[in-house]
């Protein structure tokens, strides 16, 4: 019957025991050369060590993934790679190996030489004598941050979606509610006939609110799909945004803003896709009248700044916290879920007018001092000529 052989970590026969290189056979030193190499080449870190803890083999992968070289922490206690309050694990792994128990895909933390932590997938066996004595534990580890870092992305996504659909069935309930109940009053008789326009009114202006909500919906799969195109020539800067402030105004009145529109007496042109400029102009004076309070102000500037064009959406309103301004360009992300009830919206609005002036080859930034002292958004598009 053949003789159990040793493998380490290498190549070099020279470090195994004298008697048993002697004793070995060509096949056995064979089996042994190939599985060293295999252990070399392995992408896992692969390490053995000895029941009280004590590192005795460390392949490659082990140097790459915990920043140790074989010769820095052979000899020395597994435990420099295990956090300070993980300590408690290697204890219960070292019971379970003397017990002859392995453990599998275990999933914990383990250290690094310069201090950073990393995702382990932990797998640990028994090493036998020839006579069956546990005298030792191989261990695989394998790096699964990348795969936690999806798992969590994937659960954002989740968490996103859910509150998306919550979210949109909430504001299209509100206006569908309205257009349907306004709709079976009048059809019964029960708004006296000079309340008729009145009523009409409202049916329009939820029908209204009800075509954005679903058109911006729809702009959205439009971007995930691809399928947004634009459709450019020349057009004029100053008369878009002098359209966009005539459809906002009746709500910045009705809330008592000051509109106040500069430098859109001469013509600014440029070549662009009209209706998806008009429609950034409208989000953003939308969002500026939605978050200012009664008596407020909104200025809206046209003009060049440097051979670009630039239009720049200041309100006296909520304003933003500094900590905040890098996600509100993210869809559906808004900073305050309360103001978001009260206010409405899908949080969309930002996110299609970054992505409609990013296809422009324009950028667009907010700026803020923080809560209740305003915002301000800059919009900046090349002057082709």
């Known amino acids: 019957m053949p003789r159990k052989i040793s493998v380490g970590l290498t190549n070099d026969l020279s470090r195994f025991p004298e008697r048993r290189a002697a004793d ?8 042994a050369l190939r599985l060293a190499a295999i252990v070399n080449s392995s ?4 390490v053995s060590k000895n029941l009280d803890g004590i590192v005795q083999t460390w392949n490659k992968a082990a140097e790459r993934m915990f920043g140790y070289t074989a010769a820095e922490i052979v000899g020395k206690s597994i435990r420099m790679i295990i956090p300070a309050d993980r300590m408690a694990e290697e204890d219960e792994v070292l019971a379970r190996i003397r017990a002859g128990t392995a453990i599998e895909h275990f999933e914990t933390v383990r250290q690094r030489k310069d201090g950073t932590l990393v995702d382990v997938s932990l797998s640990v066996s028994p090493i036998r004598a020839e006579d069956g004595r546990v005298v030792g534990a191989s261990k695989i580890a394998r790096d699964i941050t990348a795969q936690r870092r999806l798992a969590r992305a994937l659960e954002d996504a989740n968490r996103v979606k859910d509150e998306f659909l919550a979210t949109l069935s909430h504001e299209l309930r509100t206006p569908l509610n309205a257009v349907l ?6 059809r019964t008789g029960k708004i006296s006939e000079d309340r008729h326009e009145r009523a009409f009114d409202i049916i329009e202006r939820n029908a209204k ?9 729809l702009d959205v799969s439009s ?3 691809g399928k947004v195109t634009l459709k450019i020539g020349e057009c004029d800067l100053a008369s878009l945004a002098s359209a966009a402030v005539d459809m906002i105004r009746p709500s910045a009145d009705a809330k008592g803003i000051t509109l106040r529109l500069h ?3 001469m013509p600014l042109r440029l070549h662009c896709d009209p209706a998806r400029l008009q429609q950034v102009l409208w989000n953003l004076l939308t969002n500026a009248v939605k978050f200012t309070p009664r008596g407020g102000a ?3 500037h046209v003009g060049i700044d440097d051979s670009f064009a630039k239009v720049t959406v200041s309100d006296t309103g909520a304003g933003i916290k500094p ?6 360009f993210q869809r559906f992300w808004q900073a305050d879920t309360t103001v978001k009830r009260q206010l409405g919206g899908l949080g969309l609005g930002l996110a299609l007018a970054r992505h409609f002036v990013e296809l422009h080859g324009g950028v667009i930034t907010a700026e803020s001092k923080g809560e209740g002292l305003g915002a301000t958004f800059t919009i900046t598009l090349p002057i082709v000529g």
């Open 181 to 186: 109940g306004y709709t079976r009053m009048l």
């Open 223 to 225: 971007i995930v799909t």
């Open 323 to 328: 900590e905040m301004l890098p996600y509100i």
């Open 263 to 265: 430098g859109a007496q």
């Open 43 to 46: 992408e896992d870190a692969i």
């Open 209 to 217: 609110v009800l075509s954005q909500l679903v058109g911006d919906v």
């Open 298 to 300: 909104i200025d809206i």
């Open 24 to 31: 070995a056979t060509a096949a056995e030193i064979s089996d």
